[in-house]
């Protein structure tokens, strides 16, 4: 029988009663209560389970609730103690702030309205309450109908938890999901410091001296400056992925994989999910990506030879990455080559930023860089100098896929002429021309060391640098894998109506370019790659060896049909 895996569910309650698969992590309520505070924020990558944590405690503690059947058999129904004193005894407000995001800020905050009507119309009830504030009431009802001031809006959960302390005696305990996504938008299109002004007040009013608060738990993927947001707020803690508080609690352990793999009975795939999937730290624990590993394991299910693929590069369009190549100076594309290749490099990290300005030095690049998950610590030195690694192959095909797209971009953007010669030298089958060219483009860019990177993966980064490179012709039509006579070539291209060329890749040695040109040849020979160009009618086709090895290629061109 299949596993039924929670891909794209958040919601704690539904996986527990639609019996979903589900990795337990209630002893995060264990710990969180071991040890409580006014806030406490807790920063971790996209993709770990942030979400489902918060939607966990708002099942456990909502007094609104009967969740006893959902935490049956689970760690913390162990606690019975802590369960009578905590479990659905509580006033809970939760609010995720995922979905406040647009273009500008008035279509940011109109979605922030109608994030806290929702919110008002979950407990409904209070507009009626006499055991609340008239004048409270009035605000409830315009913020419920979307009639609220900005002013208002900004102290929407502070009204609310008063509310909730005055109808139920209790007071209450406050969720907020994703506080910084707003901000993150905020400053990728332009309206920061107007987004940061409504956070502030929000968040502000909501922790600073709130009598109607028992405590909040706060989750984002950065910690804001807390200058900015949190200044004035009683035992603020935060847990970032540097802290070992809830280390275990947020991703998957090695002790959960095991668990994962028996239940599952893909306990053969524990080395490819390990390369892919494994590598980060949190505190002192090596962490799994739960998105990769379920979503990996759901396609198994499906087909037992599935392969590993990047499905975290999936759920975001990388944007930091862009900002960090775009940025990155001789030394810093240096260093670039040594985390791909499999190496280190030692950086000082920041854990307090402020999203407007991430991008205003090489050094903030590389504290967010290690903070949203792709870099990680081997370790520490006593000055607190970080080792910095790429944490598994995943990540590593993020960074080769943006670093060729940098590249592209760069190159058509920079050296419009130089980029217009190379491709007409690939239509007239000038090797040496395209030889030059290329290697011109390559000593201005990055490429991949010759180190711990196998060179199955090092012509990866090759054939993706040309295919950017000649997708950004206009009139060609450009193919990457295609299938090819006997196989399948690695870059076919129709370039008109008359002309077609078909190009095989190779990592060699220095001293070898020339017979992985002649390899690259042979196979593009032996599997008949140019037939089918033939066939199709075009005139004129050229076969492309090319050998790479850093910054130095070699092209060779065969005549196939003239």
């Not at 958040?10 to 209560?33: A, P, Q």
């Not at 979950?122 to 001031?149: P, W």
């Not at 007040?201 to 910690?223: D, E, H, P, Q, W």
């Amino acid at each position: 029988m299949s596993i039924k895996f929670p891909l794209g569910y958040d919601d704690f309650s539904r996986i527990r009663e639609e019996n979903f698969y589900y990795v337990d992590k209630t002893g995060f309520i264990k710990e969180l209560l071991n040890k409580t505070f006014q806030a406490n924020l807790v920063t971790r990558p996209r993709r770990f389970g942030k979400t489902l944590t918060m939607s966990m405690l708002q099942d456990f503690f909502d007094i609104s609730r009967d969740s006893r059947a959902h935490f049956e058999g689970l760690k913390i129904a162990e606690e019975s103690e802590l369960c009578r004193e905590w479990m659905n005894q509580w006033p809970t407000v939760f609010l995720t702030l995922k979905s406040v995001e647009g273009n500008d800020f008035s279509t940011a905050f109109e979605r922030l309205k109608v994030l806290i009507a929702n919110l008002c119309k979950t407990v409904a009830f209070l507009e009626n309450s006499e055991k609340t504030d008239a004048d409270d009431r009035i605000l409830f009802k315009e913020l419920k109908g979307q009639n609220a001031s900005p002013v208002h809006v900004a102290d929407s959960i502070l009204l609310l938890t008063r509310m909730m302390n005055a109808h139920y005696g209790k007071p209450v305990i406050l969720l907020i999901d994703e506080y910084d996504v707003p901000l993150a938008k905020a400053s990728e299109y332009g309206y920061y410091s107007e987004m940061m002004d409504v956070i502030r007040a929000m968040i502000g009013s909501a922790l600073k001296t709130n009598r109607y608060l028992k405590f909040a738990v706060v989750t984002g993927c950065l910690r804001i400056s807390k200058e900015s947001i949190f200044t004035g707020t009683n035992h603020f803690v935060p847990d970032t992925i540097a802290d070992d508080r809830f280390d275990e609690y947020i991703g998957f352990t090695e002790s959960d994989m095991k668990q994962i793999l028996e239940d599952t009975d893909f306990a053969e795939r524990a080395e490819d999910i390990r390369l892919w999937y494994d590598g980060y730290r949190f505190g002192n624990v090596d962490v799994y990506c739960p998105w990769d590993v379920l979503n990996y394991l759901n396609a198994l299910q499906m087909n037992p030879n599935a392969r590993p693929k990047a499905y975290w590069a999936n759920t975001s369009e990388n944007g930091i990455l862009k900002k960090f190549f775009r940025r990155a100076g001789r030394t810093t594309k240096a260093e670039i080559e040594k985390l791909i290749a499999g190496e280190s490099v030692w950086k000082r990290i920041s854990d307090q930023l402020t999203y407007d300005e991430i991008d205003k030095t090489i050094g903030n690049l590389w504290s967010v860089l290690y903070l949203t998950g792709y870099l990680t610590a081997r370790s520490v030195r006593e000055d607190g100098m970080l080792e910095l690694v790429i944490p598994n192959q995943e990540i590593r095909e993020i960074f080769l896929t943006q670093i060729s797209e940098w590249f592209t971009e760069a190159v058509v953007g920079g050296q419009q002429e130089r980029w217009d010669g190379f491709c007409r030298a690939l239509e007239q089958g000038d090797a040496q021309t395209a030889e030059t060219l290329f290697t011109t483009f390559l000593k201005n860019g990055i490429s991949v060391r010759d180190t711990a990177v196998a060179d199955s993966k090092k012509e990866n980064f090759y054939h993706g640098v040309l295919l950017g490179l000649m997708m950004c012709r206009d009139n060609w039509n450009v193919y990457s894998n295609r299938e090819d006579g006997d196989g399948y070539s690695d870059i076919h291209v129709e370039a008109g109506d008359d002309t077609a060329f078909v190009m095989e890749v190779k990592y060699a040695e220095n001293d070898a370019l020339d017979a992985g040109c002649a390899k690259a040849m042979k196979q593009i020979e032996d599997m008949r790659y140019a037939q089918e160009m033939a066939e199709l009618g075009f005139q004129t086709v050229y076969a492309y060896g090319i050998a790479c090895y850093k910054k130095h290629c070699k092209i060779v061109c065969k005549t196939m049909r003239d």
